[in-house]
């Protein structure tokens, strides 16, 4: 998708963190949306972006958000070339440009970390199976779903996953 991201979800976000429904029972109608939209149509108000709309202005959450995911992009692919696959000087140099490569990829922010934390989520996951993980693999595990879309890319992992563990 390459567009200037400022469709629907964009406003869904800003509307609902500054409605004061973020954690409102899944009936609720939100009366800024579709004239009295339910709260269980929208995002969770454990999401990350959602609170990004809360403590910022729309457009500086949308930058924010944009940063930070390019950021983590840019570690995790970096974190996961070197410790699993690339050994050596050439190895670093190539993981560099291979991460800062993988950071500059046109994301749909507003999903979050859906695509651009997948990176991390390997290397944590590879590092835990491997008996190398460390309680910041764990810590990922645990934080990474609060920045994701579970229905774009986290049930696919999970299964893949459990049929790794099994």
Known sequence: MIHDQLDSIFVDLSILAKSGEIFASPLAKIENFADGLPRASLVSGLYVPVWLNYWFEPFDAFTVNQIFIRLVAYLGMYRLLTQHVTKGQRGYITSIFASLTFSLLPFYSLFGLSIAGQPLLLSAFF???????????????????????????GFFYFVLFCVILL
């Open 127 to 153: 590092n835990i199976g491997q008996g190398k993980g460390r309680w910041q693999d764990w810590l990922i595990l645990i934080l990474l779903p609060f920045y994701t879309l579970f229905t774009l890319s």
